[in-house]
T-cell receptor
């Protein structure tokens, strides 16, 4: 079946703009994760959903970052008033049930803030 | 989740077996060893995972030492397309009580370069 998809694949934003990044998980996957990957680093956890419930947002770097998954499927990561340090690849992953199973990743959205 | 240590880079000749080591000396009894890889400009790709016993699938083999303090990922016949950053991750089997991060903890991984 189809894997995790993300859109847009690339996004250029001017400093101060708001951006919204979309993730479509694998159909039927209950758990969804967002990660941030800076250049040359490994991905870092941002937040975790089980269905529509956001169970862990301990990795969100500031209150400018907000994620939602209102119907328990598609998720959106929103970054308000973007800063240059927000430039990174944003990865989405999903897993079948409780979140401790294998995670499958999308291709990521590369965000560049000018 | 326990911390892992991997060499920053390795080379391997095409067609040979690539053996990627990982140290996880603080691993606890219910923690699994996972391996992912990330090819340039792509998202991480799951390879294999194990608890105590050695595991093999169509991509690789995972050898875990008896004391579980280290493991080796083996790509039996490396190809140029196996050039990637390989991440060794230790992860518990159940969610932590009282919250805490549920995501995978990636280090910097090993950059494996397959030479033609």
């Amino acid at each position: 079946g189809a894997g995790v998809s993300q859109s847009p694949r690339y996004k250029v934003a001017k400093r101060g703009q708001d951006v919204a990044l979309r993730c479509d998980p694998i159909s039927g996957h209950v758990s969804l994760f967002w990660y941030q990957q800076a250049l040359g680093q490994g991905p870092e956890f941002l937040t975790y959903f089980q269905n529509e419930a956001q169970l862990d947002k301990s990795g969100l770097p500031s209150d400018r970052f907000f994620a939602e998954r209102p119907e328990g499927s598609v998720s959106t990561l929103k970054i308000q008033r973007t800063q240059q340090e927000d430039s990174a690849v944003y990865l989405c992953a999903s897993s079948l049930a409780t979140g401790k199973e294998t995670q499958y990743f999308g291709p990521g959205t590369r965000l560049l803030v000018l | 989740d326990a911390k892992t240590t991997q060499p920053p880079s390795m080379d391997c000749a095409e067609g040979r077996a690539a053996n990627l080591p990982c140290n996880h000396s603080t691993i606890s009894g219910n923690e699994y060893v996972y391996w992912y890889r990330q090819i340039h400009s792509q998202g991480p790709q799951y390879i294999i995972h194990g608890l105590k016993n050695n595991e093999t699938n169509e991509m690789a083999s995972l050898i875990i030492t008896e004391d579980r303090k280290s493991s080796t990922l083996i790509l039996p016949h490396a190809t140029l397309r196996d050039t990637a950053v390989y991440y060794c991750i230790v992860r518990g089997a159940t969610r932590r009580s009282g919250g805490g991060a549920d995501g995978l903890t990636f280090g910097k991984g090993t950059h494996l370069i397959i030479q033609p």
